[in-house]
DNA sequence: ATTATTACCGCAAACGTTTGCGGTAACATT
DNA sequence: AATGTTACCGCAAACGTTTGCGGTAATAAT
């Protein structure tokens, strides 16, 4: 366990004092060139680092974000995380990850956590139970942003950076109207969740509404392993009449695929399937699933930007909605 | 921006001296229990928690893990990582998440962060181009234990958990000889990685010893779609025979499985398909891809808990392999 | 020759803890 | 009555920085 170079060393070997290193070492103009030449090469030397506890224990400043996420085996959530990684670093700042399990109690424990180590910034997809805004106010009065991302708060007055949900939606209602089938399933995930309404109601708009000929029929799958049993036994009797499907997420996407494979239908010849995605899923499957985008990576680089303003002490909340985009695969 | 309670408040408020707070609230027994009870209560009431940083100044603990991964989009790190997670913060951890982008230059940079803030350990998987093994013995010189998980040095002296790589390939042939087919193609990635190398080598010998019924070919590619080329050349001159295709990794795998979708084959009746994986991916199709595991999940668990040893006080190097096991999809 | 200016540098307090050591009162022991 | 114990508690230094302020010598201005 050796002993790290600190300012008091090098003033000792120098017989200077500490503070004349402290300053020679951030180039303060007090200091003769002469001076700073001798304390920067010793500090080279030595490997002199400063000790970010010192520091921060004086100016409140460190260089960390948080990340703070339901889960962890997302797709979504990954891209983003990998996008703020990746630019974070290259403002030196590093990054805490935690997952709240989609548990209040612990993402309660996470905040507190957060404040405690007076983290720079605090990014959060908050739990589906999440009712209470009162701990990020509470971030907030401590002086640390918080950046909603994704799964955001129904409060106004904080900085949101969304999903297109209704536009992913959209895109892919318009989608299948373009190609002219008539039969649609949708399948969605858990109806109690804010997301699922959204792009339930878009969706039905959408395809509906004006087009009397559509035959829409929505069902509900909680789990993959749901949707690909919900798909096995609605194709028991499937007339051969061309259907078009819509799944809400990748989840129910894996499931639908499942079954789709194991009743050996062709896509887009038999059937048809279109989903919402971050891209990687609709990609594995040839022909690729088309899909609207809702991109992490995008989100991610918006997320950090704002955070960036932020830190530079821009106080008023925004709401940012990440444009959604149609990729076609050959699935339609 | 609030100021935080201090030990220095709540003395004033109870005029008691800092040491007198600090004492009781750790439940010295140099205190009366009257005045634990009083400072404990005032405590609780403002909310009083310790400054992390002024902790870490007077006694260098922190509780703080560092995870290095080349790359975030990859299915096994993130079982890892959220491996690590969950147990970590049952115990008291945070956990920074630092990629190194399989780059030398970048991975000494986190490295020296990680020293600096004093983490109090490493969970790493090196870059490919990780020769110098000076870096890490410097954090042990520091007191910062380092666990090597998956991409592990050549150097003895350290902890390390890995993957079963020889168990894993010597699986997936003898899986392939059990199912008795005798045309094998095995599809490899990096040359240059030891891991590919090891994987090719036990997977030959294993297939191919004392079976001079085999015929096997081997190829290398170097990324999905190099993969999907590749199968594609080589099947469009298919002659019927049944052919088994071996893949080393998930990355190999989703190409393969693009080009087997393309060609519209059918597994296992046309082709058989095997390859070593967390899972993740093989569970997309249908049947189910059959596959060697190798699992993240269970690596994080046996890195934390040798972690926690080394924190504890163990220093004696120690590789751990995590044995691997067949999978039985339907795809053979 | 006195005063103002400049260039450089150090003192010391502060950030919020932890902890060795010493101190005081009250009580028990000879 | 002098001494030894015990139960509590505070002083002060230390961890490694940052920074306001004051100080000294050398030079420039009067």
Known sequence: MKPSPTLKKIAAQLNVSISTVSRALKDHPDISIETKRKINELAALIEYDPNPYAVNLRTHNNKEFAIVVPSLSNFFYHSFISSIEEDARKHGYSIFIYRSSNDVQIELEILKNCRLKRVSGVFISITTETKDIAPFLKLD????????FDKVPAYELCN????????????????????????????????????????????????????????????????????????????????????????????????????????????????????????????????????????????????????????????????????SCLVEGGSL
């Open 141 to 148: 009065e401590y002086g640390i942003p918080v950046i909603f």
């Open 160 to 323: 949101k950076i969304c999903i297109a949900n209704e536009q992913a939606a959209s895109l892919a209602a318009l989608a299948i109207l373009k190609k002219g089938s008539n039969d649609v399933l949708g399948i969605f995930g858990d109806p109690n969740m804010p997301i699922t309404q959204v792009r339930y109601q878009t969706f039905n708009r959408v395809l509906v509404e004006g087009n009397p000929v559509i035959r829409l029929q929505n069902v509900n799958a909680n789990s993959a392993d749901e949707a690909e049993q919900l798909i096995l036994t609605m194709l028991a009797d499937y007339n051969g009449t061309y259907l078009t499907i819509f799944c809400m997420s990748d989840e129910i996407l894996t499931g639908v695929m499942k079954a789709v494979q194991r009743k050996g239908l062709k896509f887009p010849k038999d059937i048809g399937i279109i989903c919402i995605s971050d891209g990687m899923i609709p990609k594995l499957f040839y022909p690729e699933i088309t899909y609207a985008e809702t991109s992490g990576f995008k989100l991610g680089k918006l997320a950090l930007s704002r955070m960036m303003r932020c830190i530079a002490g821009s106080s008023f909340a925004q709401t940012i909605i990440d444009e």
